[in-house]
T-cell receptor
Framework: AQKVTQAQTEISVVEKEDVTLDCVYE???????LFWYKQPPSGELVFLIR??????QNEISGRYSWNFQKSTSSFNFTITASQVVDSAVYFC???????????????FGKGTHLIIQP | DTAVSQTPKYLVTQMGNDKSIKCEQN?????MYWYKQDSKKFLKIMFS???????INETVPNRFSPKSPDKAHLNLHINSLELGDSAVYFC???????????????FGPGTRLTVL
């Protein structure tokens, strides 16, 4: 069975600090996909990134960067020079290539509530 | 232009009633989903629907039934509503194609259901 763990329930930092959100996953599949979504206070779910299990390259997009390490089954997310607008709940999610007959939706972690204080 | 839309945004109803939530996507995707987000913000897949193949998460009560009139719509019908059904329900869509590729899912704005 697949599982995603976001051990940090809530993180609070002061604006301009860097912050890393941790994500650890479990899967028996060799082919799988990892995602990060942002849920701001307004409630919608915003897609941030998708990474497949064959691509361990780290990615940077502006102030956002992602570190994928298969050896530790982790897919961590770093925000550099955080801003108040980054305040949101961030979800890490996993999807296996073969769902084993179950619904092939995303398995989400419980989310990390990130608070950026001015 | 809204990619995935849901109606209504808010739904307040009494226990025992039957209600529906509508979902439409204009992205041309072939797969649609319903998720439930509980009061602790935990998101869980309920259904996926691809080319008339419905896959149901085994934990979903049979009071919940998705209905898809066409590829662009996947409505959620709930019978005999219970207090525990109160949650935010998200519709999502993605393009799967003929492979097991898992592309990103795009979510609707959510429907907040409150059962009194």
């Amino acid at each position: 069975a697949q599982k995603v763990t976001q051990a940090q329930t809530e993180i609070s930092v002061v604006e301009k600090e860097d912050v890393t959100l941790d994500c650890v996953y479990e899967t028996r599949d060799t082919t799988y996909y990892l995602f990060w979504y942002k849920q701001p206070p307004s409630g919608e779910l915003v897609f941030l990134i998708r990474r497949n299990s064959f691509d361990e390259q780290n990615e940077i997009s502006g102030r956002y960067s992602w570190n994928f390490q298969k050896s530790t089954s982790s897919f961590n997310f770093t925000i550099t020079a955080s801003q108040v607008v980054d305040s949101a709940v961030y979800f890490c999610a996993l999807s296996e290539a073969y769902s084993g007959g179950g619904a092939d939706g995303l398995t989400f972690g419980k989310g990390t509530h990130l608070i950026i204080q001015p | 232009d809204t990619a995935v839309s849901q109606t209504p945004k808010y739904l307040v109803t009494q226990m025992g009633n039957d209600k529906s939530i509508k979902c439409e996507q204009n992205l041309g995707h072939d797969t649609m989903y319903w998720y439930k987000q509980d009061s602790k913000k935990f998101l869980k897949i309920m259904f996926s629907y691809n080319n008339k193949e419905l896959i149901i998460n085994e934990t979903v009560p049979n009071r919940f039934s998705p209905k898809s009139p066409d590829k662009a719509h996947l409505n959620l019908h709930i019978n005999s509503l219970e207090l525990g059904d109160s949650a935010v329900y998200f519709c999502a869509s993605s393009q799967r194609g003929k492979t097991s590729l898992r592309n990103e899912q795009f979510f609707g704005p959510g429907t907040r259901l409150t059962v009194l």
